[in-house]
């Protein structure tokens, strides 16, 4: 028999919450307040209680609040803003769409999270910002960024779109930095049933701009004071993510428990490097757990095989893509430039039983067995 073991699990979720999610719905209908209005307004406020910042701005999706979040920031055009070369390509596009150039440095090996060494080489006069991925729900160390930042003159913009709820140092991240951005695309761990993304920021100047940004550049209806933009977050999505929003630290809870279980199933597995679990005063969201192997591929298809499934994220380094083919030769001494061809994700989230992360365990156990048992076979041929 094939046991399924899903790497998201939407429709189980779903269930799990169904009363109150189709009440919410129920009532945003009743209301017809789809667009702003009281449960948009409820959820900022709470969201930005949450993750521990003065403002959020509810805005279309995570690459919106992006782009917003930069043109807020006012760089002068053309400046030079350092992104990771991992990461998922909105957080270099956005810059580029903002008017201003993308430099890639390199990703720790240990955490795959930027690595100020590398930004440090690559700083030039033009370098006016930094964009940090809290990559995998992995908090960066927002002491060592925001030291460096003030030692370059440089503006810190948290991309957190898979990071809701992590913390470095018990503060949540997102408006650690200058401004923060989300996504909730709906497989993040604080999904909306469709588009949907926010700002954060502890500076209420910057919150007004980036509001405005959002709503055509005015505050009241036909007062525009510039041209922006329309990104909104609507009534719908602010009422489903107000009831996840009640189950997050629960999820994240047992995302961390998964985590758990896989490391101490999965230590000195065949060639494995596992993820790092973060200091004890700060929190890792794990909305993923990517592992590293020389057998990518083999144990991807060993997986899918016994009905496991997994993802890439991500299988091409940023600087590698057409997308990037403009700006010359790709660094291939780059770690995250290798790198992505032996990282591998592998399931988790509150849908996976014990078993299930037990079974996950068994079979990449056997995998390397075998793997191990096969080497020693062909040893001996070549002995004898
Ligand atoms: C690191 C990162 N940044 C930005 C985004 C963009 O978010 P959205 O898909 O909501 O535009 C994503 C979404 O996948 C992401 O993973």
Same mark, same amino acid.
């Given at each position: 028999m094939i046991i399924i073991i899903k790497f998201l699990d939407l429709q189980s979720q779903y269930a799990s919450i169904r009363e109150e999610v189709d009440s919410a719905i129920q009532s945003v209908l009743v209301n017809a307040?789809?667009?702003?209005g009281a449960e948009l307004t409820a959820f900022e406020t709470e969201f930005a209680a949450f993750q521990g910042a003065a403002h959020c701005v509810g805005v279309g999706n995570g690459t919106d609040a992006l782009e917003i979040a930069l043109e807020a920031l006012d760089l002068p055009p053309g400046a030079e803003v350092i992104v990771p070369a991992n990461s998922f390509i909105a957080s270099s596009e956005a810059v580029t769409r903002s008017g201003l150039r993308v430099v890639f440095a390199d990703v720790n090996p240990d955490t795959y999270l930027l690595d100020l060494g590398d930004v440090k080489r690559r700083l030039t006069p033009r370098t006016k910002a930094l964009v940090v991925v809290h990559l995998y729900g992995n908090p960066c160390d927002m002491d060592a960024v925001l030291a460096f930042a003030k030692e370059h003159g440089l503006r810190v913009i948290e991309d957190a779109a898979q990071a809701h709820g992590a913390e470095w140092r018990q503060r949540r991240v997102?408006?650690?930095?200058?401004i923060g951005t989300f996504s909730f695309?709906?497989?993040?761990?604080? !999904?909306?049933y469709g588009d949907g993304g926010a700002i954060l920021t502890n500076d209420g100047t910057l919150a007004k701009k980036a509001r405005m940004i959002a709503n055509h550049g005015r505050v009241a209806k036909y007062d525009h004071e510039f041209e922006g933009r329309n990104s909104r977050l609507d009534g719908l999505q602010a009422t489903i993510l107000r009831v996840k929003l009640r189950h997050l630290d629960g999820w994240i809870g047992r995302r961390n428990a998964i985590a758990r279980q896989y490391i101490e199933g999965l230590?000195?597995?065949?060639d494995l490097i596992l993820p790092q679990l973060p200091q004890a005063d700060s929190r890792h969201a794990f909305h993923l757990f990517v592992v590293r192997t020389a057998s990518r591929r083999a144990l991807a298809h060993h997986l899918e095989a016994a009905g496991i499934q997994t993802g890439r994220h991500?299988?091409?380094?940023l600087p590698k893509l057409a997308a990037y083919r403009?700006? !010359?030769?790709?660094?291939?001494?780059?770690f995250a430039n290798q790198a992505d061809q032996y990282l591998l994700s592998l399931p988790i989230g509150e849908h996976l039983a014990d078993e299930d992360v037990h079974e996950v365990i068994r079979a990449i156990s056997g995998f390397f067995a075998r793997a191990e048992g096969l080497e020693a076979t062909d040893d001996e041929a070549i002995t004898r």
């Amino acid at each position: 028999m094939i046991i399924i073991i899903k790497f998201l699990d939407l429709q189980s979720q779903y269930a799990s919450i169904r009363e109150e999610v189709d009440s919410a719905i129920q009532s945003v209908l009743v209301n017809a307040s789809f667009i702003g209005g009281a449960e948009l307004t409820a959820f900022e406020t709470e969201f930005a209680a949450f993750q521990g910042a003065a403002h959020c701005v509810g805005v279309g999706n995570g690459t919106d609040a992006l782009e917003i979040a930069l043109e807020a920031l006012d760089l002068p055009p053309g400046a030079e803003v350092i992104v990771p070369a991992n990461s998922f390509i909105a957080s270099s596009e956005a810059v580029t769409r903002s008017g201003l150039r993308v430099v890639f440095a390199d990703v720790n090996p240990d955490t795959y999270l930027l690595d100020l060494g590398d930004v440090k080489r690559r700083l030039t006069p033009r370098t006016k910002a930094l964009v940090v991925v809290h990559l995998y729900g992995n908090p960066c160390d927002m002491d060592a960024v925001l030291a460096f930042a003030k030692e370059h003159g440089l503006r810190v913009i948290e991309d957190a779109a898979q990071a809701h709820g992590a913390e470095w140092r018990q503060r949540r991240v997102g408006a650690i930095g200058d401004i923060g951005t989300f996504s909730f695309y709906p497989g993040k761990n604080l !999904g909306a049933y469709g588009d949907g993304g926010a700002i954060l920021t502890n500076d209420g100047t910057l919150a007004k701009k980036a509001r405005m940004i959002a709503n055509h550049g005015r505050v009241a209806k036909y007062d525009h004071e510039f041209e922006g933009r329309n990104s909104r977050l609507d009534g719908l999505q602010a009422t489903i993510l107000r009831v996840k929003l009640r189950h997050l630290d629960g999820w994240i809870g047992r995302r961390n428990a998964i985590a758990r279980q896989y490391i101490e199933g999965l230590i000195g597995v065949g060639d494995l490097i596992l993820p790092q679990l973060p200091q004890a005063d700060s929190r890792h969201a794990f909305h993923l757990f990517v592992v590293r192997t020389a057998s990518r591929r083999a144990l991807a298809h060993h997986l899918e095989a016994a009905g496991i499934q997994t993802g890439r994220h991500y299988p091409v380094a940023l600087p590698k893509l057409a997308a990037y083919r403009y700006l !010359g030769e790709v660094d291939v001494t780059m770690f995250a430039n290798q790198a992505d061809q032996y990282l591998l994700s592998l399931p988790i989230g509150e849908h996976l039983a014990d078993e299930d992360v037990h079974e996950v365990i068994r079979a990449i156990s056997g995998f390397f067995a075998r793997a191990e048992g096969l080497e020693a076979t062909d040893d001996e041929a070549i002995t004898r």
